[in-house]
Structures are given as C-alpha cells and as structure tokens.
C-alpha cells in the first residue's frame, strides 16, 4: 500500500497528503496531489478507531491541519515549477 508524503496532526484530527501520477494527452506524464482526513477516537473497548465526521471541537483543528496541507502542497509545487523553470534556461 502506498504511504501519504506527509501527515500533519492537530489534536484527534489527522490530514494525510498523497502524490498520485496522472498521464495526459499524448503522453504527457505528471503529479498531483489529494489530501485524505480522519479523526481518530478509542471505543469503548479502549481499540483506536478512525472516522470521517467530525465534532464541533473539532472543526478548527481541522481547518488548522488543512491550512498546513494546503501550504506544503502549495510550497512543494511552487519550488518545483521554479526549478523545472530554471533547467529550461
């Protein structure tokens, strides 16, 4: 199973970003990027569960681990297009 690139937590709540490759027209070849969130609880038998609702407390933790996906993904893109820009001259 592939691993995500990066997981970032706050508190219950877990973001995973994953690199998926994609083929376009005519060969053309490259990545992008999804984000997957969970948030992770004990049952009552104490066994660590996951699910995808969330709690009213949880919704700034999560809006904080989505902010920090969205600026690696953003950093990460933006380093590699000013590389793949300066291999060109």
Same mark, same amino acid.
């Given at each position: 199973? *592939?691993?995500?690139?990066?997981?970032?937590? @706050?508190?219950?709540?877990?973001?995973?970003?994953? %690199?998926? %490759?994609?083929?376009?027209?005519?060969?053309?070849?490259?990545?992008?990027?999804?984000?997957?969130?969970?948030?992770?609880?004990?049952?009552?038998?104490?066994?660590?569960?996951?699910?995808?609702?969330?709690?009213?407390? !949880?919704?700034?933790? @999560?809006?904080? *681990?989505?902010?920090?996906?969205? %600026?690696?993904?953003?950093?990460? !893109?933006?380093?590699?297009?000013? !590389?793949?820009? @300066? !291999?060109?001259?």
């Amino acid at each position: 199973m *592939a691993m995500p690139v990066k997981k970032i937590s @706050a508190g219950a709540v877990q973001v995973a970003i994953w %690199e998926n %490759e994609a083929s376009g027209a005519h060969g053309a070849q490259g990545s992008y990027h999804t984000v997957s969130m969970e948030r992770r609880y004990k049952d009552k038998e104490g066994n660590w569960k996951s699910t995808g609702s969330l709690k009213m407390n !949880d919704l700034p933790k @999560a809006v904080l *681990a989505l902010q920090k996906a969205y %600026e690696h993904i953003a950093i990460r !893109d933006t380093s590699a297009s000013a !590389d793949a820009a @300066a !291999d060109l001259c």
